[in-house]
């Protein structure tokens, strides 16, 4: 007994001396094999062996179901976005200096495995951490990533990865060049250069039309003055009704307001505008006395009615407003 406990002690570094060659040995070939297909297509058996431990390196295992017939659309739509992430990874650590090897297991070819895990869903990310060596974790126990969120990029794969292992070298994601999207977008800057240089010389004359400008200016004031974005703010109503059957356009207070009245107020604004821009402008250039006499008169009623009725609508808002006009 005492012999035989002793020959084990004695042979007990070479085990351990054997299993860190087999560890190191299993990476080699997996990182070899990841070189010309990545991520590594896996199964049952693979599996079993690149997780196995003890291992002085980390696996990440992406656990999908890519098929059709498992309906698992999630699966399909993160699966490019790993595959780019399997290739950068291959280009950018040839020599393995992240000791870390990336895998697929598809349900079609790990049913075992996914029934020992008892996944229900997909996919799922496991993240294995190495039981020896550098930044070892002696429980083994892997990292589970789960696709609340919905699809993910392949960055916030990797920056996932690089929390859980922040030692060791991240090769960069290197997206290959979008040839589609910059034809687009050069064929369209193309396109309204050409656009500009031939329709500039009539384009300019309207760009610098004063009234152009006035007009817009006007409309701009005339929207946000009546009261515009507090809709939008407030979501304030259309109408309301007035506890009578029918159907109130004015909300009494300041603090309130409805869209319908909005636009009464835009378009009473609006008149006014209007008539004194033609009593200003249009008005003194009228050759006929006679006519022009009667434009005074039509848009000076105008004005007056208008503001008359202005004024009964801000009476609604506040109801100690003392003054008014005729007719209202």
């Known amino acids: 007994m005492k012999c035989s406990g002793l020959l084990a002690l004695a042979l007990l ?15 080699e070939e997996f990182h070899a094999r990841s070189q010309s297909s990545a991520p ?19 696996v990440v295992v992406l656990l999908t179901a890519l098929e059709a017939r498992f309906g698992c659309q999630l699966c399909r739509d993160f699966q490019p976005e790993w595959d780019l992430l399997g290739n950068s990874w291959a ?6 200096e992240s000791r870390i090897l990336l895998g697929t297991l598809d349900f079609a070819e790990g049913k075992e495995t996914f029934r020992k895990l008892m996944l229900q869903t997909a996919p799922i990310m496991l993240l294995f951490p190495p039981t020896s060596g550098q930044n070892a974790k002696p429980d083994g126990q892997p990292v589970r990533f789960d696709f609340t969120a919905g699809p993910q990029s392949a960055e916030s794969v990797v920056g996932w990865i690089t929390r859980h292992l922040p030692e060791g070298p991240k090769p960069a994601i290197q997206r290959p060049l979008n040839y589609f999207r910059i034809i687009t977008i050069t064929t369209t800057l193309l396109g309204i250069v050409t656009f500009i240089s031939v329709a500039y ?19 701009t004031i005339l929207l946000f003055t009546s009261g515009h974005m507090f809709n939008h703010i407030r979501k304030v109503p259309y109408v309301a009704g007035d506890g009578k059957g029918g159907i109130s356009y004015f909300a009494g207070g300041f603090s309130n307001q409805f869209g319908m ?17 033609a009593l200003a402008l249009k008005v ?28 009964s609508v801000f ?11 005729p007719p209202f």
């Not at 570094?13 to 990476?27: D, E, I, N, T, V």
């Not at 009539?202 to 007009?215: D, E, F, G, S």
């Not at 022009?292 to 007056?304: D, E, H, K, R, T």
């Not at 009476?315 to 006009?325: A, E």
């Open 13 to 27: 570094p070479l085990l351990c001396l054997g299993a860190q060659k087999a560890s190191g040995g299993r990476f």
């Open 40 to 58: 590594l297509r896996l199964d049952d058996a693979s599996y079993d062996q690149i997780t196995a431990a003890p291992r002085n390196h980390s």
């Open 91 to 96: 280009k950018g650590d040839r020599n393995g």
């Open 201 to 219: 010389p009539y384009i300019l004359p309207v760009i610098q039309n004063r009234n152009l400008w006035a007009a817009i200016s006007l409309i």
């Open 261 to 277: 009245e909005t636009q009464i107020v835009a378009a009473m604004y609006g008149t006014l505008s209007f008539a004194t821009i």
């Open 284 to 311: 003194p250039r009228m050759s006929d006395p006679k006519k022009q006499q009667l434009a005074v008169f039509v848009w000076g009623g105008i004005m007056l009615g208008m503001y008359s009725f202005l004024l």
């Open 315 to 325: 009476r609604i808002k506040n109801g100690g407003y003392p003054f008014h006009l």
